[in-house]
């Protein structure tokens, strides 16, 4: 097996006295899908955010491509101590949100090249070149020069992918990618995560779909009041729950 392209190891969230995450361990490798299931609070979404630090947790390690954050201390409070690994974990971990984060001020495709041109430094005409042929990837194509109030939900979270992989990402994470749209435009956007999951992108993805989380996943993390309750194999998670917990978690949405 590769080795780990991102492993978080003992992670600790709390929010005053709300613990969140009671020492969480997630190791992804080349070409893995990892699918986080669980409730509402039981904190998948805190998780996925501890990953490329828009949440810091307060214990744990993150190591991402073999080298480990390191951290420090300013008003007594944990924060990573150099700058430059921030700044290269969160370029190579691209991030897409349940609500799109799209810019409404530019269209799409310069929402798809705005951060390989300004971050990346690539030239404009390469990064649009590149732009234009994700957007075709992802299914919109055609919606290059509209601005994102003209598109559809569905089509809105296909350029926000399309804006994650402009990254050329080594891993992508997705928090709740589908969850607020409506079955139709849902299935849009789950037959572009299953094509990446077949060109053999590493994501990590937070889901309230099962039926995604046992046809793209090739292991399956069931969160429970902030510790990992069952993972395995999604069918074998999702056929054969051995928890109390996960079997009534299951009935309730399957």
């Not at 969230?13 to 669980?38: N, P, Q, R």
Request: proline letters at 4%; aromatic letters at 4%.
């Amino acid at each position: 097996m590769s080795d780990p392209i991102l492993s978080l190891k003992g992670i600790h969230k709390s929010y005053g006295d709300l613990e969140v995450l009671k020492g969480i361990d997630i190791t992804a490798h080349k070409g893995d899908v990892i699918a986080l299931i669980g409730s509402s609070g039981s904190g998948k979404s805190t998780l996925i955010r501890c990953a490329n630090l828009l949440e810091v947790p307060q214990q744990g390690d993150i190591i991402f491509k073999g080298d480990a954050l390191r951290w420090t201390e300013k008003r007594g409070q944990r924060v990573p101590a150099d700058d430059e690994q921030v700044r290269n974990l969160r370029t190579h971990l691209s991030m897409v949100f349940q609500q799109f984060n799209l810019w409404s001020h530019m269209t799409i495709l310069d929402n798809v090249i705005e951060a390989p041109v300004t971050v990346l430094g690539q030239a404009r005409n390469d990064a649009a070149s590149k732009g234009r042929a994700l957007l075709k990837k992802v299914g919109i194509g055609d919606k290059c020069d509209q601005y994102p109030a003209q598109l559809s939900g569905g089509q809105q979270q296909r350029a926000a992918i399309a804006r994650g992989l402009a990254m050329s990402p080594t891993a992508m994470l997705f928090d709740e990618p589908t969850s607020a749209l409506d079955p139709e435009l849902e299935a849009e956007v789950v037959k572009v995560i299953k094509d990446l999951a077949r060109d053999g992108t590493t994501m990590i993805i937070v889901t309230h779909d099962m039926k995604l989380a046992r046809d793209v996943a090739n292991h399956l993390i069931f969160l429970h009041q902030g510790q990992i309750e069952e993972q395995g194999v999604p069918s074998d998670v999702l056929d054969h729950p051995k928890s109390e917990r996960l079997q009534q978690f299951l009935s309730a949405t399957l």
